[in-house]
């Protein structure tokens, strides 16, 4: 049973998303188990439901959204830092930078 | 929810044109032909802003064959009622060509030339003195009774994030899969930001060989984005949680519904009968004028070269554009955006995660929502003014035999 947070979109997916934005130091229920959320996970982000190896396909909606490029563990947040296109790379701002008005 | 837009449908009225298509607005277009006649078309429109007439434009000095194809689908658009093409004088723009296009369809016209028309005021003031007297000719347009099936309808992302793919864009798949129930036409788009998708899309091909076609725009896009080493996402994309393309490309891909794709189409081309229908705005040939399309207001325009009435756009970080000549239709995915930004918002399909609202009831709003615009009803977009326009250099071939069964 996953936890009523997540959203789960197709029965193959090794992702799911999560409904609102879950608190860091949360627990979440994931394969039967209570996982810590270190970080914040904003609402729709993503986080891995079962292990996936290093160059397993990363899927959502039952399709593939890219590899892993390193082991993810059941509960960890899933991003750019560890999952790569297939096609194309992605472009993100630099480190540290944050889309904000000027003060 | 009781199916109120039915009996609303009954009240729809268009302005019919000569070429049996409807329109839902009775806009004055000013187009200005190249980027030196920009200024004296702005002021032409300005003071007139408030009662639809929008400001279009091709800034290019040189030709481009893509540029007078789209100008002219544009100029004799459906919900077009008048035209002022405004000139500099020496630009490449066949003038004299489209002037006559749009004649042909019994709309007024009129040619400002400014090296002609004694410069920048007199320009000014001659083609204001047309729109005022034309303004008052177009209110006394006829109307018709305007059905469902009659509407064009585009669907377009933009500022997507990761809730996108998760409530706004389902749920205007639901709608499309309405709206095609009822008779009417929706096209969605943009090859490049369906990659990963190309298999999902043939097996809904309404056969074999479009499926092949579809594969192909789309190995096209890939190959495209290739050679400029970026693919359209933007780095907002992925602070949103979107992480590669083809998970952007999976969550745009639920616009479509589930409904049979009955074609492929490039931009201006008008789609032969209602159904579904893709848009390859990759251009042919080598990459010779830069990004497909450089901005979400590129493909707006492209699709409402091919006769789009009305756009829906879903948003998830929260875009405020609206367009010229059609109305834009926002679909806001994210639920904290919509309490940032719920003023340019028309539905809130962020209800869906926070409330458990289901994708079917936002659809079915979205289509209501539809059918009060065509009513006449403003969108927020256009209700704040938003008359956004963008027309850049591009080429394309014709379209294959295959790409629309439905035709033959």
Not at chain 1, 91 to 103: C, F, I, K, N, P
Not at chain 2, 47 to 59: C, E, V
Not at chain 2, 361 to 368: A, F, Q, S
Not at chain 2, 371 to 386: K, Q, V
Request: hydrophobic residues 40%; contains cysteine.
């Amino acid at each position: 049973m996953d936890d009523p947070r997540l959203l789960r979109l197709a029965e193959d997916d090794n992702v799911c998303a999560v409904r609102i934005t879950i608190a860091a130091g949360e627990t979440i229920l994931i394969a039967g188990q209570q996982r810590p959320v270190p970080a914040a996970v904003p609402t729709g982000h993503k986080l891995a439901v079962c292990p996936i190896a290093a160059g397993e396909k990363v899927l959502k909606y039952g399709a593939p959204i890219g590899s892993a490029t390193q082991a993810i563990a059941p509960g960890e947040y899933v991003h750019t830092h560890n999952v790569q296109s297939d096609y194309l790379p992605t472009h993100t701002l630099a480190d540290g930078q944050r889309y904000l008005d000027s003060e | 929810m009781t199916l109120l837009y039915t009996e609303r449908s009954a009240t729809m009225q268009g302005f019919l044109r000569s070429d049996g298509r409807k329109g839902i607005r009775n806009v004055v277009v000013v187009a200005y032909l190249v980027e030196c006649a920009h200024h004296v078309a702005r002021e032409i429109a300005t003071p007139f802003r408030d009662q639809q007439t929008h400001l279009i434009g091709f800034p290019g000095c040189f030709p481009n064959a893509y540029a007078d194809r789209i100008m002219e689908r544009l100029t004799t658009h459906p919900n077009v009622g008048a035209v002022v093409l405004v000139s500099l004088g020496c630009e490449s723009f066949d003038r004299e060509t489209l002037a006559e296009v749009v004649a042909d369809t019994g709309r007024p016209v009129k040619t400002v030339v400014i090296q002609e028309s004694g410069g920048t005021a007199a320009a000014i003031a001659k083609g204001q003195a047309w729109v005022e007297e034309t303004l008052k000719g177009l209110a006394s347009t006829p109307t018709v009774p305007l059905d469902p099936s009659e509407l064009v309808v585009a669907t377009i992302c933009g500022g997507s994030d990761a809730t996108s793919g998760l409530t706004a864009n389902p749920a205007v798949g639901r709608a499309s899969d309405l709206l095609i129930e009822s008779g009417a036409t929706v096209i969605f788009e943009e090859t490049g930001e369906l990659i990963g998708c190309e298999h999902f899309m043939a097996d809904r091909a309404a056969n074999e060989a479009l499926g092949r076609e579809i594969i192909a725009s789309v190995e096209k896009a890939a190959r495209y984005y290739t050679l400029y080493d970026h693919s359209s996402f933007a780095p907002g994309n992925a602070d949103g949680g979107l992480t590669t393309i083809e998970e952007k490309s999976l969550g745009a891909y639920c616009k479509s519904g589930k409904s049979t794709i009955s074609g492929l189409i490039k931009p201006g081309d008008q789609p032969p009968c209602g159904g579904l229908y893709l848009m390859d705005v990759v251009p042919d040939g080598e990459p010779r004028f830069g990004f497909p399309n450089i901005s979400d207001n590129a493909e707006i325009v492209e699709l409402i070269a091919s006769g789009a009435h009305l756009t829906l756009f879903t948003t998830g970080r929260g875009s405020v554009v609206g367009s010229a000549i059609s109305p834009v239709m926002k679909i806001c995915a994210n639920p904290d955006t919509y309490r940032r930004l719920g003023d340019d918002m028309d539905v809130n399909a962020g209800r869906i995660l926070e409330d458990g609202i289901e994708l079917e009831e936002v659809g079915r709003e979205i289509y209501d929502r539809i059918l009060e615009t065509a009513a006449g009803r403003p969108t927020r977009s256009e209700a704040l003014g938003h008359q956004e326009f963008i027309l850049t250099y591009k080429s394309f071939d014709p379209i294959g035999p295959a790409c629309l069964p439905a035709a033959r």
